[in-house]
C-alpha cells in the first residue's frame, strides 16, 4: 500500500519562505509531485521530482529524498494569492499510472 | 497539456436517485481517472477507465455503484447510483500526459 504524510496546516506572512514537507510510505515509487487547490478550485500542478535534488520553478521549488522517503514544496516570497491547499502525491507502481494523494496542508498567508 | 471539462458543474439530487458525470477531453488519452475529494479531504481515487476494456476499481469502490463507461479516447462518464447523503461530495476527472495529472473542475455532488 501507500500511505503519505503532511501537515494539516501551516500559517506565514507576506514575504515569507514556507516549507511544506511530505514523507511518504509507498510498494512502489516513481516520483512525488505537488499540486495547488484554491477552495473550490480543481488541483493545478505544481512540480514534479522522480530524481533527487531541487527542482526550481520560479518562487516555487521542490525537493526529494528518495533514500528517506521525503521531499518537500519550498514556496517563496509568499503572495496573498499562495493561500490555498497543497498536495503531495506518489506516482504509482510498476504498471501504475495514478496518483496517490496525501491528506494535503492548508497554508494561510497573513498580511 | 490537456484541458478537460465536466458536466454538470454541481447538482442535488434525492436520495435513492442517480447522477450521471460526463467528462471531456481535448485531445486522445488511453486512461481517464476518476477521483472522489469529500469536503475538506484529500482525493481519494475511484477507479481508472481504459477504452475499449472494463474499468479498474480502487479498494472500496465497486463498479454497481459507480459505473463506468468509456465510449472513446476522449469522452468518460461516472455514474453514482442509488445516491445517499454520504456521497456528496466533489467528482474529478483525471488524465495524465507525462508526468503531470490534469484535473477537470469538477463535480459538486449534494444529496439531499
Known amino acids: 500500500g501507500q500511505s503519505l504524510e503532511q501537515p494539516s496546516e501551516v500559517t506565514a506572512v507576506e514575504g515569507a519562505i514556507v516549507q511544506i514537507n511530505c514523507t511518504y510510505q509507498?510498494?512502489?515509487?516513481?516520483?512525488l509531485s505537488w499540486y495547488q487547490q484554491h477552495d473550490g478550485g480543481a488541483p493545478t500542478f505544481l512540480s514534479y521530482n522522480a530524481l533527487d535534488g531541487l527542482e526550481e520553478t520560479g518562487r516555487f521549488s521542490s525537493f526529494l529524498s528518495r533514500s528517506d522517503s521525503y521531499g518537500y514544496l519550498l514556496l517563496q516570497e509568499l503572495q496573498m494569492k499562495d493561500s490555498a491547499s497543497y498536495f503531495c502525491a506518489v506516482l504509482g507502481p510498476a504498471g501504475g499510472q495514478n496518483f496517490v494523494f496525501g491528506p494535503g496542508t492548508r497554508l494561510s498567508v497573513l498580511p | 497539456s490537456a484541458v478537460i471539462s465536466q458536466k454538470p458543474s454541481r447538482d442535488i439530487c434525492q436520495r435513492g436517485t442517480s447522477l450521471t458525470i460526463q467528462c471531456q477531453v481535448d485531445?486522445?488519452?488511453?486512461?481517464m481517472f476518476w477521483y472522489r475529494q469529500q469536503p475538506g479531504q484529500s482525493l481519494t481515487l475511484i477507479a481508472t477507465?481504459?477504452?475499449?476494456?472494463?474499468?479498474?476499481?480502487e479498494s472500496g469502490f465497486v463498479i454497481d455503484k459507480f459505473p463506468i463507461s468509456r465510449p472513446n479516447l476522449t469522452f468518460s462518464t461516472l455514474t453514482v447510483s442509488n445516491l445517499s447523503p454520504e456521497d456528496s461530495s466533489i467528482y474529478l476527472c483525471?488524465?495524465?500526459?507525462?508526468?503531470?495529472?490534469?484535473f477537470g473542475p469538477g463535480t459538486r455532488l449534494t444529496v439531499l
Open positions: 483525471s488524465v495524465d500526459v507525462g508526468d503531470t495529472q490534469y
Open positions: 509507498t510498494s512502489g515509487f516513481y516520483g
Open positions: 485531445s486522445q488519452v488511453t486512461m
Open positions: 477507465a481504459n477504452q475499449g476494456s472494463e474499468a479498474t476499481y
